[in-house]
């Protein structure tokens, strides 16, 4: 049976748990990490040496890096509809993945939740908080423009690329930080609301986490 290792209130693990929702695969979710602890044993550092979460147990495949884990459920379960033969169509999301860890990962998950959300009223560095919200709202503003005319990031259908970006949106509405209207991206993460697998593992309470860098 496929196993998840990772606690359901971090990012990379909520777009694992949702992914394998959309997918209806079967699956063991083991809390680890932050006020779980377990990753820095022996026997987790043997799967992963970083010591991090997610990782995943597949038969004989252990995979971490939630991104490289979600194409390889892509690839191994969620054919054709999210793995294609076509290196083209595989490279449509791949991009807006890549984007997603470089972009907004760098600068609303660790520059405003971890910066702003995460680090006590005292500490936080002022200026670097609020040039990462305005970083923040132009890379969502930029997303915002971009499906105008479309239902989901690739068209009609939901894709990786929703899944990378779309388990930020979220906290990105709800963390308490001023922010433009975006109708299009309120659209977007409103149809994103519709689904069950959505609302299970990415709309979570998070406000244990407010003012605490550590668990």
Request: with cysteine; proline share 6%; hydrophobic share 40%.
């Amino acid at each position: 049976m496929l196993t998840i290792y990772g606690r359901d209130n971090s990012f990379n693990v909520q777009k694992v748990l949702w992914f394998v929702g959309e997918l209806g695969v079967e699956c063991r979710h083991v809390p680890l990490g932050g006020s779980f602890g377990g990753t820095g044993t022996p026997e987790f550092l043997a799967k992963n040496p970083h010591g991090k979460v997610p990782l995943i147990e597949d038969g004989e495949d252990i995979v971490w890096e939630s991104h490289a884990i979600l194409r390889y459920l892509a690839d191994r379960y969620g054919r054709p509809n999210f793995w294609s033969d076509d290196p083209g169509a595989r490279a449509a999301a791949d991009q807006w993945m890549e984007w997603c860890q470089c972009q907004i990962m760098r600068h609303f998950v660790d520059g405003v939740f971890w910066g702003f959300y995460r680090t006590p009223e005292a500490e936080r560095d002022t200026s670097r908080v609020a040039a990462s919200i305005e970083r923040s709202n132009e890379l969502y503003g930029f997303l915002d423009r971009f499906i105008a005319d479309k239902r989901y990031l690739l068209g009609d259908g939901l894709s990786l690329a929703d899944i990378a970006i779309g388990a930020t949106l979220y906290r990105y509405f709800n963390v308490g930080i001023p922010r433009p209207a975006m109708p299009n991206l309120e659209r977007w993460y409103a149809a994103l609301q519709t689904r069950p697998a959505y609302r299970t593992h990415v709309m979570l309470p998070f406000d244990d986490l407010l003012g605490r860098l550590a668990f």
